[in-house]
Nanobody, 122 residues
């Protein structure tokens, strides 16, 4: 069993930055690939980024265009999402999730956090 807790969301102006954190607990937490997803009101949950268990491989959604960076610190059992040059359309609840392997598909993730709200004002 893996428990995930996101933090770091908030209100930021367009062009600003935020760093989200996802703290994982559980004996095998560091052995999981991790992903970030987001869901805006009235929209489906969409893939943002994923990282392999070692951190050696990363994957990003096309919309980010180099603005976001996913990383992990297995010694701290924490995954990060650095978000720069934020836009109003980035407003959503951001979720972290754990899976056996990095994947773009939410239904392939085994564990989910409760989410953290990110609001970008224009």
């Amino acid at each position: 069993q893996v428990q995930l807790v996101e933090s770091g969301g908030g209100l930021v102006q367009a062009g600003g930055s935020l760093r989200l954190s996802c703290a994982a607990s559980g004996r095998t937490a560091s052995s999981y690939a991790m992903g970030w997803f987001r869901q805006a009101p009235g929209k489906e949950r969409e893939f943002v980024a994923a990282i392999s268990w070692s951190g050696g491989s990363t994957y990003y959604a096309d919309f980010e265009k180099g603005r976001f960076t996913i990383s992990r610190d297995n010694a701290k059992n924490t995954v990060y999402l650095q978000m720069n040059i934020l836009k109003p359309e980035d407003t959503a609840v951001y979720y972290c999730a754990a899976s056996q392997a990095p994947t773009y598909y939410p239904n392939e993730y085994d564990y989910w956090g409760q989410g953290t709200q990110v609001t970008v004002s224009s």
